[in-house]
């Protein structure tokens, strides 16, 4: 079944790229068509007027005006960039499935994915602006310099912490400190990374709250990544006990505590340490167990279920 839906997917993205070529021919002879038009109409005009006087004061006036800009908006134009931006959006979550369907059946690849995915969003919408752009309103030059005339200043001092959140995207994704799926601590934030774009990555806590933190300050802060693209991380389950207790006995209850977990991980190591700490000035003993789970997602439950337990056998034990 899941291999008809690949070719399914695979058929309809086919046939979306096919009509939208057929579609930008259609655009580039309705939009030059009007564009002939125009040209005969504004001939035909200029060969009627009456021929103005050639006044120096007129002709400095003509030279330093703007260019007109109406004749590059027009129905036709706006209806096929509204067609491209569609065509864009279905083709690229169409892609996506495709890829996410294929990460699935090839869990070896799926760290492969999630890091080139937003390398083809890039690259897909810089297409279809540049189809657009280029192909459907044909700017001409002193358009173009007289637009980022206008507007580059106020773009330069609007624009810093945008260039800066976007250099920092293409740092993540070139550099990989992390990818989706990793569990990272940057900052005040701790959790799992659900999304790096290139403005800034999301990040859903343990609270199951989504943050959203700007891809500058990720990369200005140190970065701890849990699991580092890997199913199975490192968790640390820590218990306060007395301090007089018997540190051997509560090592070994603890660590047949934890193989017995469904959420452990038996081929890494499993470690019992002690710390010394005080508590409203009063000597505790601090027991942390590390462990592995098989699974990010078991973090919190194998820390819960750790200090349950452990503690439960040890007041059986008579311990406490």
Request: hydrophobic letters at 45%; one cysteine or more; a positive charge.
């Amino acid at each position: 079944m899941k291999t008809r839906k690949i070719i399914g997917y695979n058929l309809l993205f086919f046939i979306c790229i096919s009509f939208s070529s057929l579609l930008h021919g259609q655009a580039a002879n309705t939009i030059t068509t009007t564009d002939s038009s125009q040209l005969i109409t504004d001939t035909l005009a200029s060969q009627t007027a009456l021929p103005p006087v050639a006044e120096r004061g007129n002709l400095a006036q003509e030279l330093t005006q703007a260019p007109d800009v109406s004749g590059l908006i027009s129905f036709p134009k706006i209806f096929w960039s509204v067609v491209f931006l569609l065509l864009g959006y279905f083709s690229l979550k169409i892609l996506t499935g495709i890829l996410n369907l294929y990460a699935e059946r090839k869990p070896r690849h799926k760290s492969l994915v999630r890091r080139v995915l937003p390398m083809i969003k890039i690259l897909v919408w810089s297409m279809v602006v540049y189809i657009i752009v280029s192909g459907i309103f044909s700017p001409p030059k002193e358009t173009v310099l007289a637009f980022f005339a206008s507007i580059g200043v106020a773009i330069g001092f609007a624009s810093q912490d945008l260039l800066k959140n976007l250099f920092g995207g293409l740092m993540i994704l070139f550099d990989k400190p992390f990818q989706i799926g990793d569990r990272i601590e940057t900052g005040k934030y701790y959790g799992e990374v659900v999304e790096i774009g290139i403005r800034s990555t999301r990040i859903v806590t343990p609270g199951d709250n989504i943050v959203s933190v700007p891809n500058s300050e990720i990369m200005n802060q140190s970065i701890s990544n849990t699991n580092s693209g890997l199913n199975n991380c490192l968790v640390s389950a820590d218990i306060y006990l007395p301090h007089l207790i018997d540190t051997q006995r509560v090592r070994q209850i603890a660590i047949e505590v934890a193989q017995i977990s469904k959420y452990v991980y038996l081929n890494k190591p499993i470690a019992v340490i002690f710390f010394s700490e005080k508590t409203n000035k009063e000597p505790v003993l601090k027991m942390r167990l590390n462990a592995y789970v098989m699974n990010v997602g078991y973090e919190f439950l194998f820390k819960s279920e750790m200090t349950e337990l452990v503690l439960r056998e040890l007041k059986n034990e008579g311990l406490m």
